[in-house]
């Protein structure tokens, strides 16, 4: 059995990046970007006023002072006068500044006497540059503004617009199909009677797919026979990911490992020391076109087919993604809430949320029943990993903590 460090490790030997595509800014939130983007031009692109007021020239601000308005200028329309010693030009903001200004009086402190035109600003002084965006103040035209690699996150929208990003050049959207496996399961929208369960896993997964933008099949529940694993799984290896979950143990109705082999999937691993999760296998499938496909079988607990989501499948994902991280990622250390102790002969990812203790921010291992309780799993934000079995942890030991 290898360890969860090796698992990592192979899952990123295999996958790789998907092919650069250019798409839609509207489409491209939570994909990765395959290129650097640079800003197309400055921002401010010119001298701009950030308050509604009058644009002056601070030198001749005063007590007593009063300057001739010699136009308005909005946001949208740009300044045609020089404004001269003794005038000022009306400005909103957003308004490129007009020459000979080098400051904004903001409205509030000016008095205009509408019969002659004239302001007078009830400041003794002004500070030159006040309420004046200088043009390249943000960044300049050319500049890097995210790097390759980046993830389009929802918050990067407004600044790709803002440098023309009307299409970028990221790494594909993967796909994937979903297949969880069990003669017990039912749907979702059914009541299970007698022995059976509802399939949680599948609409899960599904979930988790596509919250990540991976364009996700939903294969149905398949059973354990193995004409329906090689129908169902068929189908699964068209896409770039075929994720399933449950029959990977070591049961006789185990299918799942030799349905896979008969439909040409090479087993990299099956089997990681982490609990939950043990059984989980991990393969490749190589298409007539030549196209790599991959391949997880979760195991059907519902929280070790999370925790194998979360580690490996992520890790996938982020490689298809064209992340360069071939090794088990480094978590921020948390301390733990209250003393904990491990059992069993493998490191364990256990259920936890954040807390304050009197030591400051902390994370607390929930009372956890184990892999099928997902109901603990709802309460928690992440999950403490205890990499030694068999021992006590201390209250504000620092562990890493895996955010869910
Ligand atoms: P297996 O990995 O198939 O041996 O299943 C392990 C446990 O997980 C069994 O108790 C199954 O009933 C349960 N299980 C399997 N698949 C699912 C699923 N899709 N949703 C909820 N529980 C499942
Ligand atoms: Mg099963």
Redesign the pocket.
Known sequence: MISVEEAFRLVAEHVGPLEKVVTELSQAVGMTLAVDVKADRDSPPWRKSVMDGFAVGAEDVGEGKKLQIIETVTAGNAPTKIVGPGQATRIMTGAPMPEGADSVAMIERCKVDQDSGVVAIDLNSIRPGQHVLGQKANFAEGEVIYRSGHRIRDIDIGLLAEIGAAQVEIFRRPTAAVL???D??VDVSQMPTGPQ??????PMLVAMLTSRGVQTLDLGIGRDSRDDLLAKIKRGLESDLLIL?????A?TL?LVPEALADCGVEAVFHKVKMKPGK?VFFGVHVRDDGRRGYVFGL????VSSLVGFRLLVSHALNRMAGSPDMVKPSMPLLAISKEHSTRGDRPTFWPARRCTTEAGQAVEPLDWKGS?DLNTLGQAEGMIEFPTPGKTYQQGERLPFWPL
Do not use: A, M, Q, Y
């Open positions: 969880p496996t069990g017990e399961l369960i509802r399939n949680s896993n599948g979950s449950g029959g990977v143990s049961g185990d059984p195991p059907g607990n519902p099928s």
